[in-house]
């Protein structure tokens, strides 16, 4: 196990009741989500859970004695945009920690100024693995802890024959470029695996699906694993109903679907299609039902739903109140170093601990769509998985481990040369 190895190794502002005039006592924290464009349909609600989960921890008192203070922008969609906000956020606004991103291209953008400015960025959302940043703590899945038990999922379902569909950008490609070479070392032929690939938005899904429907008529069971995002499923999902793909004959595993997204489709068409993720609003535990009910009433809805990325957001955000008190400071170096072994309760009624990889330990599901749009547990894996930063089945990323503690302070160590460089480090 790497993680073995590596132990080894080691040894215009807005706000939400707040003024916005800087305070000095308050402590700022950043809220990077985008409010319209594309992925507006899934970013909106990361902002708002931030919101509650700072108004709640304000009830509590706050943090090291003092309020905490949201300042939220609105990067649009537009991935350079997300660079430029994220700047703003810590050089002119000066907060303590950054909570945002969706797509893998922004989080992509801000990486540098994140390392330039020395702060801390906090992703919720699943993504293709193949990166450790000091700066950023990973709190959605790794590949390993949402794409590989999918298809092992699906693969004892009999499936045999694969379409990779995704968004034409970084996650979509590298997540398949893994599965790929997954499911050829399993033995699966060239000729049973399609991957297409869409631009952002995409709207006119008739003669991609007509194409899914005919490379499912070979006779071998055939499933899709779909890495598209933000709305362009709407209208994918709709073709599908349109076109009678039905779960039964060509099962959708979806990896950017949840709650909120089906909160918008006619779900009927989609009963029995799947979603892999590490959380589910209808997991049975009482932390949940606590959590869903203070959601709603803070949204103000009882019909509003709550999902994965919202659950990354919970984790992240009390495993950083955590290491802030720990640390006695926001200092970010302080932060960084007291965040690596921090634990925090997860919605599924487990315990989440931050790796020195700076992903975290979370459980797998994989659920079945109902007609009311939540999603029955077909899977569990029996406890939680560690995130792994570099993928094993990638030969340039195999002998790469990420330990972020002294002495090692590495997030690309290649355990073949014993040197610490390369991509994505």
């Known amino acids: ?99 945002g991103c969706w797509t893998s291209v922004s989080r992509k953008s801000v990486l540098p100024v994140f390392e330039e400015l020395n702060s801390v960025l906090f992703y919720p959302v699943q993504y293709e693995g193949e990166e450790s940043q000091r700066n950023v703590f990973y709190t959605g899945a790794a590949p390993n802890q949402q794409a590989i038990p999918a298809v092992d999922y699906l693969k004892e379902q009999g499936v045999e024959r694969w379409v990779l569909a995704g968004t034409d950008y970084v996650y979509p490609r590298t997540t398949n470029k893994i599965l790929e070479q997954y499911l050829k070392d399993g033995g699966v032929a060239e000729e049973d695996i399609m991957i297409n690939y869409t631009p952002f938005g995409h709207s006119d899904w008739q003669t991609i699906v007509s194409d899914i429907k005919a490379f499912g008529s070979a006779g071998k069971k055939t499933a899709v694993v779909s890495t598209i995002n933000g709305d362009a499923n709407v209208p994918f999902y709709k073709e599908l109903g349109n076109q009678g793909v039905a779960a039964t004959d060509i099962p959708v595993v979806a990896f950017s679907v949840g709650e909120e997204e089906l909160a918008g489709l006619d779900t009927a068409p989609l009963v029995g299609h799947l979603a892999a993720w590490n959380y589910f609003m209808s997991a049975d535990a009482e932390i949940n039902d606590e959590f869903i009910e203070a959601w709603q009433e803070f949204i103000g809805s009882e019909e509003r739903v709550t999902n994965d990325p919202m659950e990354a ?45 700076h992903h975290i330990t979370k459980p797998v599901l994989i659920g079945e769509i109902q007609e009311d749009g939540q999603f029955e547990t077909v899977f569990e894996t029996p406890g939680l998985v560690p995130g792994d930063a570099w993928s094993d089945f990638l030969p340039d990323s195999k002998p790469l481990i990420a330990d972020w503690r002294a002495p090692l302070s590495c997030g690309n160590f290649n355990t073949e040369t014993g040197k610490c460089g390369g991509a994505g480090g």
């Open 1 to 99: 196990m790497k993680k073995l190895i590596g132990a080894a190794l080691a040894g215009a502002l807005l706000t939400a009741g707040a003024p916005v005039a800087a305070q000095e006592d308050t402590i700022k924290v950043g809220i990077l989500h985008s409010l319209s464009g594309t992925m507006a349909i899934s970013e909106t609600t990361l902002k708002d859970v931030m919101l509650m989960l700072i108004e709640q921890q304000n009830e509590k008192g706050g943090v090291l004695g003092k309020k905490l203070e949201p300042v939220v922008v609105d990067p649009a969609s537009d991935w350079p945009l997300f660079a430029e906000k994220a700047r703003e956020l810590i050089e002119v606004n000066e907060v303590s920690a950054v909570f």
């Open 313 to 357: 957001h919970y984790i992240g955000f009390n495993m950083w109140v955590k290491a802030v008190e720990a640390a006695g400071t926001t200092d970010p170096d302080a932060v960084i170093d007291a965040l690596v072994g921090v634990t925090s309760p997860n919605l599924t009624g487990g315990i989440s601990a931050m790796m020195p990889n």
